[in-house]
T-cell receptor, first 112, second 115 residues
Framework: DAKTTQPPSMDCAEGRAANLPCNHS???????VYWYRQIHSQGPQYIIH???NNETNEMASLIITEDRKSSTLILPHATLRDTAVYYC?????????????FGQGTELSVKP | GAVVSQHPSRVICKSGTSVKIECRSL??????MFWYRQFPKQSLMLMAT?????????EQGVEKDKFLINHASLTLSTLTVTSAHPEDSSFYIC???????????FGEGSWLTVV
């Protein structure tokens, strides 16, 4: 079973920030938080991952709470092309396992 | 980012025949590849984990004799759906783990339709 909880759907206005929450209250100390997204009929696309510090790359920012029980993926300026299903996944570090088990994700709709 | 390619992207086969789907890591070596299946409106379901040069590890409920996985090199894994039936029609997606192990990259997926 997936170890994360996400809202099934969210809407966001184009040009605004999209904040996607994820609860992972049972996360272990050796598990990272990963975010992927899947645009319709395509393979998932890696977005970002983190352990306990906030992370930022060219696609998004990841904010992880101090207790690591939840996180938020931030798309700073959402575009129509960001419409997709976003998956939050917790996964051990490589040498302690490594499968990605997908939950139901959040279907983000970016509207004009 | 790293590139993972699948072929074919779409395939139609007759019921009872076998079909092979290839997954290649184009610019990195992948010691581990994963195969998923996704039905419409559902999430991805992990089928098996394949390590180069060894037998694949299948998830519970996945028939290893029906879904044959071969990972003969560091850049290629294949999934063969044997004796395909219409209920095997699905979107099959592979992924590969890079050397650092921290990131897993996905292929574009392969649509299988069994008629």
């Amino acid at each position: 079973d997936a170890k994360t909880t996400q809202p099934p759907s969210m809407d966001c206005a184009e040009g605004r920030a999209a904040n996607l929450p994820c609860n992972h209250s049972t996360i272990s100390g050796n598990e990272y938080v990963y975010w992927y997204r899947q645009i319709h009929s395509q393979g998932p696309q890696y977005i970002i991952h983190g352990l306990k510090n906030n992370e930022t790359n060219e696609m998004a920012s990841l904010i992880i709470t101090e207790d690591r029980k939840s996180s938020t993926l931030i798309l700073p300026h959402a575009t129509l092309r960001d419409t997709a299903v976003y998956y939050c996944i917790v996964r051990p570090h490589y040498n302690q396992g490594g499968k990605l088990i997908f939950g139901q994700g959040t279907e983000l709709s970016v509207k004009p | 980012g790293a590139v993972v390619s699948q072929h074919p992207s779409r395939v139609i086969c007759k019921s009872g025949t076998s079909v092979k789907i290839e997954c290649r890591s184009l610019d990195f070596q992948a010691t581990t590849m994963f195969w998923y299946r996704q039905f419409p409106k559902q999430s991805l379901m992990l089928m098996a984990t394949s390590n180069e040069g060894s037998k694949a590890t299948y998830e519970q409920g996945v028939e290893k004799d029906k879904f044959l996985i071969n990972h003969a090199s560091l850049t290629l894994s294949t999934l063969t759906v044997t004796s395909a039936h219409p209920e095997d029609s699905s979107f099959y997606i592979c992924s590969a783990r890079d050397a650092s192990g921290n990131t897993i990259y996905f292929g574009e997926g392969s649509w299988l339709t069994v008629v």
